[in-house]
């Protein structure tokens, strides 16, 4: 490794060593910050699954009787004629600089769809989702959380990984050198102005 074995250099490289040594640090409080808020949202996801995972088969049965009895045209035909709306905004939430959507607000019109020509098992099958869709809506907020924290999670862990036994080991290296070199240089010269020393007495 090629260094100038110069106080000026010395320096240098503690200063870089202590801010990677920082850095480390911070990285390492991050990646362990967001590690456990991913084990949070898992779980939340694991409950919001298993809250509605029953209940979402419920619906599927329903609207296979609605086709079974309606026919799938038919369906499509009255979906066509849906009416009302639904109102949805996001705020964003920031983890530890990782930004995640939060639904803000949620609105669902009270009437999903036109009656005419519809039957009982389409009306209990539209119900259904109806009830069903803040908590579906949930658990895609959950999930695309869960999604981003884990990328962050990984590129935190490179950082974290890349400084420990990459960057930290080199600039340790390199301060050991430049420190050894000039203690070695100190050392001549103390060597060197001895001698000089002897031969200036000697020759008094």
Not at 5 to 30: D, F, I, S, W, Y
Not at 60 to 74: K, T
Request: charged share 35%.
């Amino acid at each position: 490794m090629q260094v100038k074995p110069t106080r000026m250099e010395l320096l240098r490289t503690k200063k870089k060593l202590k801010l990677a040594e920082k850095g480390h640090k911070l990285l390492k409080e991050k990646r362990d910050t967001l590690v456990m808020e991913f084990f949070s949202t898992l779980k939340e996801v694991k409950e919001v699954r298993a809250g509605i995972g029953g209940e979402l088969g419920e619906a599927e049965d329903r609207l296979f009787m609605a086709e079974a009895h309606m026919g799938i045209q038919e369906i499509e035909r009255v979906a066509q004629g849906l009416s009302g709306e639904t109102k949805i905004t996001f705020k964003s939430k920031n983890i530890m600089g990782v930004k995640v959507p939060e639904i803000d607000e949620l609105e669902i019109s009270p009437e999903w769809y036109s009656v005419i020509s519809s039957s009982t098992y389409l009306e209990a099958a539209v119900n259904k989702y109806r009830a069903l869709a803040p908590r579906i809506l949930k658990l895609a907020e959950l999930e695309l959380k869960l999604k981003r924290l884990a990328e962050e999670i990984k590129a935190t862990k490179r950082r974290v990984n890349s400084l420990e036994y990459i960057t930290i080991p080199i600039l340790e290296e390199i301060k050991k050198e430049v420190a050894f070199k000039l203690e070695e240089r100190e050392r001549e010269n103390f060597t060197r102005l001895k001698k000089i020393k002897s031969k200036a007495t000697a020759n008094a």
